[in-house]
């Protein structure tokens, strides 16, 4: 159907309006660079009017209208008039002139063209925060890209909280415009990166509109949200706030975007699971929900950062007795096993490996599992490896001190060992710069039933740190080499050594002492 002579003029004035408003903005961009292109600071390096608009079109699309780039490549930023004439272009009634001048600025603050202090001086930050409450999905799409990038720098949080962005954020979080609503998480997930903007969002209600979008269809939503979560899980204070969403919502939600195909996803979703589960509501919470099998899957991953994160909250859940019978029967030891022989290199792994093995040691059904699985020869090979950190090496001793108290894996153990073993042992029980290192190393030996041939090599060694730990002023290290001396007997170690009669002196020694204080005791005793 035609239009009607009135519509139709109508229209074409209308279009005339258009062509008139956009040639009068474009002429005033030009006009603007050109007296940028001819003051003296911009002589370095020199670009004809022509090229300079050319360069500042460039990256134009054109479903967005105009975007101004890089000034000039030897300007560092662009000069604070230029921002204050895009501020009240922001602030036009005309919405072409919103999208192509917020769009501009974007490409600005992307190339990094714009000082830090001149975006908050010249009111832009302010405008950006006015226009996501715009009622176009392109002007709040650019404003919102522009927040997020914003407040991924610590100058900004602040800022961007103290000019109320955080309420339009949220709404804009939960948009039916895809790229508004991954800039307004994002945004979001930056402002929680600083303790003082997180605790802002929190009081504003972040965590609720979080929790939801962790069942977002898209990925970079679920990504984003769940990494604000994690930020937020950091701080013990919070957690409430966050358990108290109905019917474990959040766990269920953080469990199933563990299993989602998306590898970063489920990684984040697995470390704001374990930055929870420091809560003891979150570890009673967890019971029942199917969190193994994903958590299994995630430590075959190809990235090892995604195992890393995998192992660790294995191995904080593997302390609690109500999941360890779980962790058993599904096939976590044989895994853990393989993992340590595949990264005997990696500490981390090696740690966390050690630790959730420490913990289910105690599970009667696992011991045959343990013996049967690759446990046992990948703890001795990184009993021998040469680790940067003691804590590693700790943990790998723990392990096989706790385990050496099972007769079943201590008789497979000393199977598996051979004689660089025992001097790996011996000299780690010799050290004294780390106390630890060298009590835990001794207590490994105490408990193995070693043939004297075995020990042979090391009667000197044994000695010497048995010695030692006599003398020494710690009851525990005392206590440890009366039950080491007792042991080593037992099984014939140190049989015919030339060096025994000073540790029968040593033995004397201490029985002497320990004497006089139980008679000091007494005394004490009869006078109270």
Known sequence: MGLCERCARLLNDFKSFVVVKTATFVQKVKDVLRRISECCCSKTAPLSQEKLYCELMRRHEPKRGPRLSRL???????????????????????????????????????????????????????????????GDCTVQCNASSC??????SDSYRDAIVSSDAVLPLLVLARAFDPEVQQNAVRALYNLTKSESTMRVL??????????????????EVQFYSCSALS????????????????????????????????LKNSTQACQCLRRLTWNGEAQQQ??????????MTLLRAPELSSTDVALMLLSQLSAQPQYKETLVNLGVIPMVGELILMHVSNSVVVTHCAVTLTHLWNIVDSQQVVVDSECLSGLLLALLFDWNEDETLLRVLSCLNSLASFDSLRSRLVEKMAASHIGRLMDISSERESSDLSFVAGSVISKLDMNDELLKPHHRVIVGYLM?????QEVRFQQLGIASVCN?????????????????????????????????????????
């Not at 099984?491 to 204080?517: A, F, H, I, M, P």
């Open 147 to 152: 927040i997020a990038l914003l407040a991924s």
């Open 72 to 134: 000039n490549s030897a300007k560092k930023c662009v000069p604070t008039a230029f921002l204050e004439v895009c501020c009240s272009l922001l602030q036009s009634e005309d919405l072409e002139v919103q999208r192509s001048v917020s769009l501009s600025v974007l490409g600005l603050l992307t190339d990094g063209n714009i000082k830090e202090e001149h975006i908050i001086g010249t009111g832009v930050l302010d405008t950006l925060v006015d226009l996501l409450q715009s």
């Open 468 to 472: 030692r730990f006599l003398r020494n």
């Open 286 to 295: 967890l019971v029942g929900l199917d969190w193994v099998c994903p958590l």
């Open 202 to 219: 929190c009081e504003e209600g972040v965590i609720p509109v979080l929790a939801l979008l962790l069942l977002s269809s898209d990925s």
């Open 231 to 262: 930020n937020i899980a950091t701080d013990p204070q919070y957690h409430t706030k966050m358990l108290l969403i109905g019917d474990s919502f959040l766990l269920k939600s953080l469990v199933s975007l563990m299993g989602s195909s998306v």
């Open 488 to 528: 080593l007997k037992k099984c014939g170690g140190l049989q015919g050594s030339v060096y025994t009669l000073e540790l029968e002196k040593e033995l004397k020694r201490v029985q002497q002492q320990t004497d006089n204080t139980r008679q000091l005791l007494q005394m004490l005793q009869q006078d109270t």
